[in-house]
């Protein structure tokens, strides 16, 4: 009778480790609430609860190192990060001083076009007329702001030494200082709420345009290799691009850990995209969200094996990488 109970009572917990594992909390590593990725955490996350009754929280870091740390060491389940960013935690190289195996790419989310954007009374319209002029630099609480900029000025064939240095902390201090005149230009990503008002504020600005070419391509992927160009053309939201214009741009990515399961996977890419326009609708620029786009091959990651079954069961083919 003792053993009989014992194995009953065995059985009672190894059932109950089960459902507390599958009812377990996953969390999204993000920066700071009011970040870009934060908020798209915050949509994606609230979706899979409302639709799917999944238990995802999210969870802020200081920066990009401490969120993708998470995720490697496993305190967090996903993160969204610039693939660059992240194809560098991989490696180990740049501003990550120790290599994140563990990162795997879950899918391409959306593109994000970034430039540097001036008053428009300056009479500024190209990178090419910074030469001499200040540029925003130092980026000490927002690092991965350097590389993005030195790949803008090789695209308007400039490097830091043909412009002043101003240093700035982060994104927000870099726009009022431009508005306040300390530096002539500031770095924002297309279609950010903060150009918007700087716009208001200084009587209009443009973003500065780059060239476009197999040249500069080379030169902006030897800064990062998963950078590339895009065309936007003139839209409300878009303030300060007067014309259709071209930008270094990256793609936006979901990221898991090895350590998440294809099935916890599957059913978080099933939320994404089955309801992509609810999540749209709650914020504008994840309108991008595209299946057919959203499996892309980068150099330097590999997809979570749970992504590879998601797509290839939904019937969706690897973008190979340009």
Do not use: C
């Amino acid at each position: 009778m003792r053993t009989l109970k014992k194995i009953i009572l065995a059985g009672l917990m190894t059932a109950g480790f089960t459902a507390a594992a599958h009812a377990q909390v996953q969390s999204f590593s993000t920066p700071p609430q009011g970040s870009v990725w934060n908020t798209m955490a915050s949509v994606i996350s609230a979706q899979a609860r409302n639709s799917a009754g999944l238990k995802m929280v999210v969870q802020p870091y200081g920066g990009n190192a401490q969120m993708m740390q998470a995720v490697n060491d496993a305190l967090a389940e996903y993160s969204l990060n610039d693939v660059n960013d992240v194809i560098t935690a991989v490696s180990g190289t740049g501003d990550y001083t120790s290599a994140m195996p563990s990162l795997r790419v879950v899918a391409r989310v959306n593109p994000f076009p970034v430039g540097l954007y001036v008053k428009e009374s300056s009479g500024m319209t190209s990178v090419a007329d910074l030469k001499g002029r200040s540029v925003p630099s130092g980026w000490d609480a927002f690092p991965i702001a350097k590389s993005h900029i030195s790949a803008i000025l090789a695209a308007g064939g400039l490097s830091w030494d043909d412009v002043k240095q101003v240093p700035v902390p982060e994104l927000i201090r870099g726009s009022d200082d431009m508005a306040s005149g300390r530096v002539d230009s500031a770095f924002f990503a297309v279609g950010g709420p903060k150009v918007a008002e700087i716009d208001a504020s200084v009587g209009g600005v443009r973003f500065l345009s780059v060239e476009a070419n197999d040249e500069t391509l080379q030169k902006i992927r030897a800064v990062r290799p998963a950078f590339y160009f895009a065309e936007l053309t003139p839209a409300p939201v878009r303030v300060g691009v007067p014309e259709p214009m071209m930008f270094v741009t990256w793609d936006n990515v979901l990221v898991a850990g090895a350590h998440v399961s294809d099935e916890d996977v599957q059913k978080l890419l099933a939320v994404i995209f089955d309801e992509r326009e609810a999540i749209g609708g709650a914020y504008p620029p994840l309108r991008a969200l595209n299946l057919e786009t959203a499996y892309k091959a980068y150099p330097g990651v590999d997809y979570h094996p749970g992504a590879v079954a998601f797509f290839e069961e939904r019937g969706v083919e690897l973008i190979e990488a340009q």
